[in-house]
């Protein structure tokens, strides 16, 4: 059974800072997903990592995955109160036959004071 | 281009009570996904389907909870009856499918249930 764990699952920093939140997963994949979630919204989607090695960077978020670790990294530089949600991130097992759906971690509850 | 479409948004019903939720997917994606998300916690996959066929239903709870996606778009997931411990929120996903799909899911709003 895939799981998927994240740490921590709760966060408080200032703005300016920087941060790193870690995902773990139990079973080898090469696609990870990271998602966000506002309160009382839905989730968006903000990465999808699909090769050992992937990086991607969107404004101050840059996620990477590690498939030999079973690691991926969401790194938060200098924060803004804006980037304040949960974000979740997600594995896939594909069977190469399509999508098989995504297993989710706990989330990361992120909070960003001024 | 529109994106997932669920409805009600929210349901307030009393525990024993039926209840059902509507999805529409994403116009020409064929894979759809239905997710139980509790208060704190990370979405949960029920049911998958690939077109109508439901191709993966092992974490629905087949005793109260029952799915269906006739002709192959939108669908809908009953609960009946309902239980204090079905409160949650109930996502819909969508994907394109196929082996040149990344896998990433497009999600809905949610319908949030409350059972009384």
């Known amino acids: 059974e895939l799981k998927v764990e994240q740490n921590p699952l709760f966060l408080s920093m200032q703005e300016g800072k920087n941060y790193t939140i870690y995902c773990n997963y139990s079973t080898t994949s090469d696609r990870l997903y990271w998602y966000r979630q506002d309160p009382g919204k839905s989730l968006e989607s903000l990465f999808v990592?699909?090769?050992?090695?992937a990086v991607k960077q969107e404004g101050r978020l840059m996620a990477s995955l590690d498939t030999k670790a079973r690691l991926s990294t969401l790194h938060i530089t200098a924060a803004v109160h804006d980037l304040s949600a949960t974000y979740f991130c997600a594995v896939d097992l594909y069977s190469g036959g399509g999508a098989d759906g995504l297993t989710f971690g706990k989330g990361t509850h992120l909070i960003i004071q001024p | 281009e529109a994106g997932v479409v669920q409805s009600p948004r929210y349901k307030i019903i009393e525990k024993k009570q039926p209840v059902a939720f509507w999805c529409n997917p994403i116009s020409g994606h064929n894979t759809l996904y239905w997710y139980l998300q509790n208060l704190g916690q990370g979405p949960e996959l029920l049911i998958r389907?690939?077109?109508?066929?439901?191709?993966?239903d092992s974490q629905l709870p087949k005793d109260r909870f029952s799915a269906e996606r006739l002709k192959g778009v939108d669908s809908t997931l009953k609960i009946q009856p309902a239980e204090l411990g079905d409160s949650a929120v109930y996502l819909c996903?969508?994907?394109?499918?196929?082996?040149?799909?990344?896998?990433?899911?497009?999600f809905g709003e949610g319908s949030r249930l409350t059972v009384l």
């Open positions: 996903a969508s994907s394109p499918g196929g082996r040149s799909n990344t896998g990433e899911l497009f």
């Open positions: 389907y690939e077109n109508e066929e439901a191709v993966d």
């Open positions: 990592l699909l090769s050992n090695g």
